[in-house]
């Protein structure tokens, strides 16, 4: 089954204990990304990648760090988490992002992080 | 940068049609996409305009108008499972060939018997 899996699905933790939550996707897609959805503030866009080895950021990426070393994973890992960090975390991959087709994202089934 | 709203809450009776508007001004312009959301769960990909005009898709509709900075969705015989959110996202290009995603903050759907 084509899907996008995220790992753990709930943590609670206390600050600045090192995390990774993991992202993995199974269809061979180029484009992965982290978002975090905050009440009143809809989906924020943290870190994306176009391939491997080709990540930037996004509106929010102060507090965390990703990697793209292999095409089917993109850890999201937060060094020192902070209390105003806990949040709802999404990965999501598409085939690609360039113009030329839909292209649409497919989601995990999201990570909800609570910093102690 | 990317500005994009959205209502922030309608409510719409069952077997009714409504329609929640999306404006957006950003430079790079190159799609939009419309995405539900049911609470808790993650979003799930609804349509995509890349093109000025309207796209069908069964009970679907979405629309838009580059030119104006303007996008809708229609949703046509409302049913009770319809109450989500609505997210809208607009893709565009960031330059070195990147391209970067961003999301309105969604409008919450209710539909009411």
């Known amino acids: 089954e084509a899907q996008v899996t995220q790992n753990p699905r709930y943590l609670i933790t206390v600050t600045g204990k090192k995390l990774t939550v993991t992202c993995s996707q199974n269809?061979?897609?180029?484009?992965m990304s982290w978002y975090r959805q905050d009440p009143g503030l809809g989906l924020r866009q943290i870190y994306y990648?176009?391939?491997?080895?080709?990540?930037d950021k996004g509106d929010v990426p102060e507090g965390y760090k990703v990697s793209r070393k292999e095409k089917r994973n993109f850890p999201l890992i937060l060094e020192s988490p902070s209390p105003n960090q806990t949040s709802l975390y999404f990965c999501?991959?598409?085939?690609?992002?360039?113009?030329?087709?839909?292209?649409?994202?497919?989601f995990g089934p999201g990570t909800r992080l609570t910093v102690l | 940068g990317q500005n994009i709203d959205q209502p922030t809450e309608m409510t719409a009776t069952e077997g009714a049609i409504v329609q929640i508007n999306c404006t957006y001004q950003?430079?790079?312009?190159?799609?939009l996409f419309w995405y539900q959301q049911h609470a808790g769960e993650a979003p799930t990909f609804l349509s995509y305009?890349?093109?000025?005009g309207l796209e069908e898709k069964g009970r679907f509709s979405s629309f838009l108008s580059r030119s104006k900075g303007y996008s809708y969705l229609l949703l046509k015989e409302l049913q009770m499972k319809d109450s989500a959110s609505y997210l809208c996202?607009?893709?565009?290009?960031?330059?070195?060939?990147?391209?970067?995603?961003?999301f309105g903050k969604g409008t919450k759907l209710s539909v009411i018997p």
């Open positions: 999501a991959s598409s085939l690609s992002l360039l113009a030329g087709g839909g292209n649409e994202q497919f």
């Open positions: 269809m061979n897609h180029e484009y």
């Open positions: 990648s176009m391939n491997v080895e080709v990540t």
């Open positions: 950003t430079s790079g312009f190159n799609g």
């Open positions: 305009n890349v093109l000025d």
């Open positions: 996202a607009v893709r565009a290009y960031s330059g070195a060939g990147s391209y970067q995603l961003t």
